[in-house]
Nanobody, 123 residues
Framework: VQLQASGGGLVQPGGSLRLSCAATGLTFSSKTVAWFRQASGKEREFVGVLSQNGITTVYADAVKGRFTISRDDAKNTVYLQMNSLKPGDTAVYFC?????????????????WGQGTQVTVSS
């Protein structure tokens, strides 16, 4: 099982990025998939989660209204669309998946992790 996160980069405040999480060895349509982020010197924090139905989402207050998680079953890929980015969004972003049909906010609830992709928001 492998999750591959990509799409990070350097963007100016107010800009947008779309992160991708592609999977091999598992099917996202049968998993709960979440995004977490970890800024330098800080703990990993919950960003948002997409339920197995591919429709229900839950977001952290810090990103609500700016970030959107979606899934493309044909490509077996989950996306994190990030708009109106702020310097405080700078972090390494990770995707994670679990067999549990529950929108968990804690990293310990996820068995499979991607390697992370760096997002830097700076002028």
């Amino acid at each position: 099982v492998q999750l591959q996160a990509s799409g990070g980069g350097l963007v100016q405040p107010g800009g947008s990025l779309r992160l991708s999480c592609a999977a091999t060895g598992l099917t996202f349509s049968s998993k709960t998939v979440a995004w977490f982020r970890q800024a330098s010197g800080k703990e990993r924090e919950f960003v948002g989660v997409l339920s197995q139905n591919g429709i229900t989402t839950v977001y952290a207050d810090a990103v609500k209204g700016r970030f959107t998680i979606s899934r493309d079953d044909a490509k077996n890929t989950v996306y994190l669309q990030m708009n109106s980015l702020k310097p405080g969004d700078t972090a390494v972003y990770f995707c994670a998946a679990t067999y549990r049909n529950s929108a968990m906010r804690t990293p310990s609830g996820y068995e499979n992790w991607g390697q992370g992709t760096q997002v830097t928001v700076s002028s």
